[in-house]
């Protein structure tokens, strides 16, 4: 039992740290928009729209899509495959990786981050289901707050050292996914960008089935 809770605490970091990497280089490139964070992105629509600014809605536009058509062929496959569904989506976000720097190699626009986007969401259900659930829905936001209540129950002599530094560690897992994501797009270009998280996450895929393969990991059979 504590193998596979180590396993899962693993790949939050891991997802932790793409979530970091990606949503920086998609923040420069895509002047101030976020693959997953739809707050901030919300936000920035009712800013544009306050402005008449509909250039800027259409990047916006794309990202809100390509998140929630991850988010909804993951679910729907999830939902009606059930045997191999996890692994299926493992190789759907990698394809879609492939996808994007295939893409990167001709085009140095917002089309890019298209199939990215659709990754991201991929991500998002995987996250859920398989990333023990220290992000939540919410991410980063609900991460700091589960921090925060987890640092409640210390000083009531209720909580866990443990659980709070998991929190803290997934925090600042993916604060360095940012700085690295930020030093590559700063210091080389979009597709060394793509290519480095590519093949990353070609090891984290291999990794991920492997777990899978020998049933190392506890994984929801619903989302809600």
Do not use: C, H
């Amino acid at each position: 039992m504590n193998f596979k809770l180590r396993n899962e605490t693993i790949i939050a970091y891991i997802f932790s740290f793409i979530y970091g990497y990606v949503n920086a280089i998609g923040f420069i490139v895509m002047n101030g928009l976020f693959f997953t964070f739809m707050s901030g992105n919300s936000i920035r629509l009712g800013v544009n729209l306050g402005n008449f600014d509909l250039q800027s809605n259409l990047r916006l536009f794309i990202v809100f899509t390509a998140l929630i058509l991850g988010i909804f062929l993951s679910d729907f496959l999830f939902s009606t495959l059930k045997k191999r569904s996890i692994e299926i989506l493992i190789l759907l976000e990698l394809l879609l990786f492939i996808v994007t720097l295939l893409f990167s190699l001709k085009y140095n626009s917002w089309i890019v981050f298209l199939p990215l986007g659709i990754a991201m969401g991929v991500q998002n259900m995987l996250n859920l289901l398989i990333g023990n659930n220290l992000m939540g829905k919410s991410f980063i936001t609900g991460l700091i707050f589960n921090f925060g209540i987890s640092l409640s129950r210390l000083v009531q002599g209720k909580g866990s050292w443990r659980l709070s530094m998991k929190y803290a560690f997934t925090w600042f897992i993916f604060v360095i996914g940012a700085i690295m994501g930020t030093l590559v797009i700063e210091n080389f270009n979009l597709f060394i960008s793509i290519l480095l998280i590519t093949l990353g996450f070609i090891y984290v895929s291999i990794y991920l089935l492997m777990l899978l393969k020998n049933e190392l990991l506890n994984i929801k059979t619903y989302v809600n």
